[in-house]
């Protein structure tokens, strides 16, 4: 009987652990750059973009050194993308940069076009692995801490139980 309780529980940990990597790496949460190879150099635009159960939060870091916040995302449906990123609020500034990204998201990649001020540039995001993991942990963290709060509880009920049961 131990043995078929301790197999459930390695399937269902399994189970749990493929179905989370599925969902890391199906959603349009991560990170984002122009990557070229043959220059060893940092991305000169980086997308961070995190979804969250009510909406998608985001950056966008520029060569310049401009980090811009996403302000909107309303009219992005499925895997089109129409986001707004503008400079935060905090940073007092004479004027606010707005910029546009206009894309579609496919295989991990982001055909895009931004636009400023009547200038656009149109470029290829591929998103970073490594980055998008750490990403989508660090957003997640709390989350998961509950997670494995409330499983480890059930673990010591179950224990007690055994206990119990042995005791008989």
């Not at 890391?24 to 969250?52: A, E, F």
């Not at 310049?64 to 990123?85: C, M, N, P, V, Y």
């Not at 750490?134 to 224990?159: C, D, H, N, W």
Request: proline share 3%; hydrophobic share 40%; charged share 25%.
């Amino acid at each position: 009987m131990r043995l078929y309780g301790n197999m459930v529980l390695c399937l269902a940990v399994i189970f749990f652990s493929l179905f989370g990597i599925n969902w890391i790496l199906s959603d349009i949460s991560g990170v984002y750059v122009v990557s070229n190879p043959k220059v060893r150099m940092r991305s000169p635009v980086i997308l961070s973009l995190v979804r969250s159960p009510t909406r998608l939060e985001g950056e966008l870091s520029l060569s310049a050194g401009e980090r811009l916040i996403l302000t909107d995302s309303s009219k992005t449906k499925g895997e089109q993308l129409h986001l707004t990123f503008s400079t935060p609020d905090s940073e007092n500034r004479d004027s606010k940069l707005i910029v546009n990204l206009d894309g579609n998201l496919k295989d991990e990649k982001i055909d895009a076009v931004l636009s400023s001020g009547g200038r656009s540039l149109k470029l290829q995001l591929d998103r970073d692995g490594s980055a998008s993991v750490m990403k989508i942990m660090q957003s997640q963290l709390y989350p998961i801490a509950i997670a494995l709060a409330l499983g480890g509880g059930v673990m010591m009920v179950f224990r007690q139980m055994r206990m119990k049961n042995r005791d008989r």
